[in-house]
């Protein structure tokens, strides 16, 4: 069973661009998860997923946003990049049924450097 | 927000030696993760946790569900080169298959094994 892949793996961007990541889930969940992870504040809940509707948001500005395709693939945007905005984004997938467990299982990042 | 408080930040142990790790939060959880990470690559997951008082194996890895439900520890026996790496803990309110799948991360514990 294929893991969590996370596309592409390393970009560099320029201050004011904007940039798009995608995640593809573990096959058969449907939670979608973004995290951002600076060594100065670790990891930070961005948003999460469930068919294709946000159900929760973290303390981000409004320049990054995301969604979530029926295929349960999801991406996440970032409009107006900053110098700030450099960090390794994490998906996490969890497959979310009444009665099972809740786990999350995260991709390998993708590591954004904006210049 | 909930913050969870991570200790200790760092560790440097002898090769064969135990480990020990723990998170507390100011709030309660329904599921306690353990994940490593190593150098430029996403978390995986070593144990979750679903019930308080849990105590759940995973190899030479050990870890509880405190039962206040504010705490978890993780254990490391015999520690080896490979266990190097950034341990973290998260807490997670979703329950069942149901609620939110967020995840509150720790600072994380930065793990050096002499050999």
């Known amino acids: 069973k294929a893991g969590v892949t996370q596309t592409p793996r390393y970009l560099i961007k320029t201050r004011g661009q904007q940039v798009t990541l995608s995640c593809s889930p573990i096959?058969?969940?449907?939670?979608v998860s973004w995290y951002q992870q600076t060594p100065g504040q670790g990891l930070q809940f961005l948003f999460e997923?469930?068919?294709?509707?946000?159900?929760n948001k973290g303390n981000f500005p409004g320049r990054f946003s995301g969604r979530q395709f029926s295929n349960s693939r999801s991406e996440m945007n970032v409009s107006t990049l900053e110098l700030g905005d450099s960090a390794l984004y994490l998906c996490?997938?969890?497959?979310?049924?009444?009665?099972?467990?809740?786990?999350?299982?995260f991709g390998q990042g993708t590591r954004l450097t904006v210049v | 927000g909930q913050q969870l408080n991570q200790s200790p930040q760092s560790m440097f142990i002898q090769e064969g030696e135990d480990v020990s790790m723990n998170c507390t939060s100011s709030?309660?959880?329904?599921?306690w993760l353990w994940y490593k990470q190593d150098p430029g690559e996403g978390p995986v997951l070593l144990i979750a946790?679903?019930?308080?008082?849990e105590l759940t194996s995973n190899g030479r890895l050990t870890a509880q569900f405190g039962i206040t439900r504010k705490d978890s520890f993780l254990n490391i026996s015999a520690s080896i080169p490979s266990d190097v790496g950034i341990y973290f803990c998260?807490?997670?309110?979703?329950?069942?298959?149901?609620?939110?799948?967020?995840?509150?991360f720790g600072k994380g514990t930065k793990l050096s094994v002499i050999p």
């Open positions: 996490a997938s969890s497959f979310q049924r009444q009665g099972s467990n809740t786990e999350a299982f």
């Open positions: 096959s058969g969940h449907r939670s």
């Open positions: 997923y469930f068919s294709e509707t946000q159900r």
């Open positions: 709030s309660i959880f329904n599921t």
């Open positions: 946790l679903y019930k308080a008082g």
């Open positions: 998260a807490g997670q309110l979703a329950y069942s298959g149901a609620g939110s799948y967020q995840l509150t």
